[in-house]
Nanobody, 123 residues
């Protein structure tokens, strides 16, 4: 059974930090780019960050650049998102996905998704 499982979300004060994890089982991610997206209530899912298959290239939305870091450990079949200097506007459900085609910024480019983890940043 294919699963991507996110964890590490929670409630944090503005300025705080969290590390999200995305662990894959039943599917290989080591040969694929991986991405993190987020979705706030009543809004569409938006791109946050992506990383190439070997971790050599990373990409970020302008809103998180300089505060978030995406990295991966292919030996553990896991991708991470380190989030620093969190702001209330970062509040959302965060999803990881495996990119199998197309443009990394778009949801349809991903074939597997996790169930999401809630991040809430209090002001």
């Amino acid at each position: 059974q294919v699963q991507l499982v996110e964890s590490g979300g929670g409630l944090v004060q503005a300025g705080g930090s969290l590390r999200l994890s995305c662990a894959a089982s039943g599917v290989t991610i080591s040969s694929y780019s991986m991405g993190w997206f987020r979705q706030a209530p009543g809004k569409e899912r938006h791109f946050v960050a992506a990383i190439s298959w070997n971790g050599g290239s990373t990409y970020y939305a302008d809103s998180v650049k300089g505060r978030f870091t995406i990295y991966r450990d292919n030996a553990k079949n896991t991708v991470y998102l380190r989030m620093n200097s969190l702001k209330p506007e970062d509040t959302a459900v965060y999803y990881c996905g495996r990119q199998n085609t197309g443009n990394m910024y778009f949801v349809p480019s991903y074939d597997y998704w996790g169930q999401g983890t809630q991040v809430t940043v209090a002001s």
